[in-house]
């Protein structure tokens, strides 16, 4: 497949026709009596028509056929997608999975198998959030998926992602995140067993975190996120087109008679986009003492309290650990917010065992946590010197100011809790001298 191409930059006004048909973006207005090339002209509003222009958000499509034609919704079996955050009994414990397996498709063949593991709050207020996990092993044949309910942030761990929006297509490997916004209609192919996480917000989208005192540059830069440029198919599908729709938590399909991916052109500032975390800045301390987690904020989507997320996306990239006189693993800590964990690659700093790739990690509100009792002993004695830090690796944390309740699914279905999780800490033994201030010297 040809490289594909995009247009690069974070919530700009864009404008993109596919090059089979130039000048099909109407020229000063965007409803024109009639459109260039016969299309249908269609808004997709991602925010409230009156929005303050800093937070407004619409996108003009010109389309062979508009959205409107298919034949009506049918609920459909959920499987294991829900928002029922009463399913099991809540329980505070540090929660920790395996790798959440993937179905063989030797077996069974399963489309962007979606899983929740976790959330909180409303779909119908528009506030709150679920974790999903997405395991497949098959790409959408004559399918596609949109989620009325909010904008879903997706993190491919294993496989690539060639993605279809009616924006155009983008490939998203593993160490790239895609967004795909409420309404935004997507298709995903797929090339082998393929695992990834999804994060969705109900009600608000994801913004760049502001910088304060950081300045005008670094941590994720703008312009390296990238837009899909238009693509269009026209392609007939009598009746065989499944249109799926998750709305108020549940799932529905409809038919239809073509590819839903028939945008000729299209202008506007609510896109689906992606990002390489490679190309995060990273900043940190290079004096003494550990920074909070949130210097590694990749993007955020806020809540109306001032600084408090509903949920952030937070990495922990490669990057030099210099801090001086200090114990540079992540802190014990016990937090208000909820704190989700996965992996893409490699091993994370605070854990030598057992979280591994493809599985996660909750920390509930308050829920001690913090490094395990190997990494407290090794990074408490070792001589500091500049050193690489999580070289080949990439966590993550979803990070919420809502308390997270776990699904039946997560808790059981999946079988991939780990029952041993808390054995991690019950080594850590006290190093009290109660006669002697000074600490040893490290070796
Ligand atoms: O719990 C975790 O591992 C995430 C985390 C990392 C860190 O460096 C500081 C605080 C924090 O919650
Ligand atoms: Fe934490």
């Known amino acids: 497949m040809a490289e594909l ?16 048909c130039p000048g099909s973006l109407p020229e000063g ?5 009639v ?27 010109y389309r062979i056929l508009p959205s409107v034609s298919h034949k009506p919704f049918e609920s459909i079996d959920e499987g294991q997608v829900t928002h029922n955050w009463d399913e099991v009994d809540p329980d505070p414990n540090q929660l920790r999975w395996k790798p959440f397996e993937i179905p063989k498709a030797s077996q069974k063949k399963v489309d962007f198998g979606l899983h929740t593991l976790c959330g909180a709050g409303d779909i119908k207020s528009n506030n709150g959030l679920a974790i999903h996990i997405f395991l497949c092993n098959t790409s959408m044949e004559n399918r596609c ?4 309910d909010g904008d879903f942030l997706i993190v491919p761990q294993k496989g690539n992602l060639l993605i279809y929006t009616e924006f155009g297509k983008m490939l998203v490997q593993p160490n790239e995140i895609c967004v795909i916004q409420r309404g935004m209609r997507f298709s995903i192919d797929v090339f082998e067993e393929t695992r990834g996480y999804i994060l969705e917000v109900y009600g608000v989208h994801f913004e760049l975190p502001d910088l304060g005192p950081i300045g005008a540059n670094g941590l994720a830069n703008p312009r390296d996120f990238l837009i899909p440029i238009a693509w269009y198919e026209d ?4 009746g065989g087109y499944t249109v799926i729709n998750k709305y108020q938590g549940k799932l529905f399909a409809a038919k239809q008679d073509v590819s839903p991916f028939n945008v000729v052109a299209w202008h506007g500032n609510y896109t689906p986009y992606k990002y390489n975390l490679k190309n995060f800045m990273v900043i940190n301390s290079v004096a003494f003492d550990h920074a909070d987690p949130s ?40 937090n208000c917010m909820s704190e989700f964990m996965g992996l893409i690659r490699g091993h994370y700093e605070a854990k030598q065992g057992g979280f591994l790739p493809g599985g996660g990690s909750l920390h509930s509100t308050m829920t001690p946590h913090g490094p395990d009792a190997d990494c407290f002993e090794k990074a408490s004695k070792v001589k500091l010197a500049p050193e690489r830090i999580a070289d080949g690796t990439m966590a993550f944390m979803f990070e919420s100011s809502l308390s997270l309740a776990v ?13 041993n999780y808390h054995k991690c800490w019950e080594p850590l033994k006290s190093h009290f001298t109660p006669n002697s201030r000074n600490p040893a010297e490290p070796n």
């Open 5 to 20: 191409k995009y247009i690069s930059g974070f919530g700009n006004e864009c404008s993109s026709e596919d090059p089979r």
């Open 29 to 33: 207005q965007n409803n024109p009596q």
């Open 35 to 61: 459109c260039p090339y016969n299309l249908y002209a269609e808004q997709l509003s991602g925010s409230a028509f009156t929005c303050p222009r800093s937070t407004n958000k619409r996108s003009w499509l």
């Open 145 to 148: 998926f949109y989620n009325s």
């Open 235 to 238: 392609r007939q599908v009598p």
């Open 295 to 334: 210097i590694f904020t990749v993007l955020t989507a806020k809540s109306v309290r001032p600084g408090v997320a509903i949920a952030d996306f937070v990495i922990f990239p490669p990057r030099w650990g210099v801090a001086d006189k200090t114990f540079r693993p992540p802190y014990y800590h016990r």
């Open 407 to 419: 699904t039946k699914w997560g808790l059981k279905a999946s079988r991939c809790l780990d029952e």
